[in-house]
Each structure stands twice: as structure tokens, then as C-alpha cells.
């Protein structure tokens, strides 16, 4: 499971944001789970100023990158941070534990 923390300030409709990119309605507080195509079966919580994402990756991986560039708009849009920022705060908290 990972931890992808909201930046502060930023405000996302996260509900909103699956519903655009994913196609799914559901509450985020409680939890949603879904499945995106090239993704596999995803599980999302908003907790705090934070989403976790659970993902179970599908079986058959296809090799097309609109699958990641569309994954990394929602995430961009969901928590404010760029791809390089979300990979550095991971690696800071890798570092802190």
C-alpha cells in the first residue's frame, strides 16, 4: 500500500477526479475500489492530508505508456505534486525508516 500525500494547500475534488479519469462514482473517505485497465484492481482512502492507494496489478501487462502518463495526471491532480516530487518524498521516507 502506498501513501501519497496531499500538498498543502491544494484542495482536490478526489471523488470528482476518479469519476473523470477512472469512471467510477464512489466516496473516498470510506473508500472506492475499481478497476482500471492496465492498472489492475485499485483501492483508494483518503486518510487525513493523504490517499492510500492499494493496487493488485492485472495478469496480462500491455505495454502502453497512456496507462502510466493517465495514472500520473490523476495523481498529479489528486495531490498537487509532480511525478519527481512524489518520488522524492517516497525516498525520504524509505531513508527515515
Known sequence: MR??????????DLNALIKKYFGVD???????????????????????????????????????YAVLKKWNDFLFEATGRTAKERKKLMEKETIGK
Open 26 to 64: 464512489g466516496n473516498v473517505e470510506e473508500g472506492v475500489e475499481f478497476e482500471a485497465e492496465g492498472i489492475g484492481k485499485v483501492y483508494m482512502k483518503k486518510e487525513g492530508n493523504a490517499i492510500l492507494v492499494d493496487i493488485i496489478p492485472p495478469e496480462k501487462v500491455t505495454g502502453d
Open 3 to 12: 501513501r501519497y500525500s496531499i500538498k498543502r494547500g491544494h484542495k482536490p
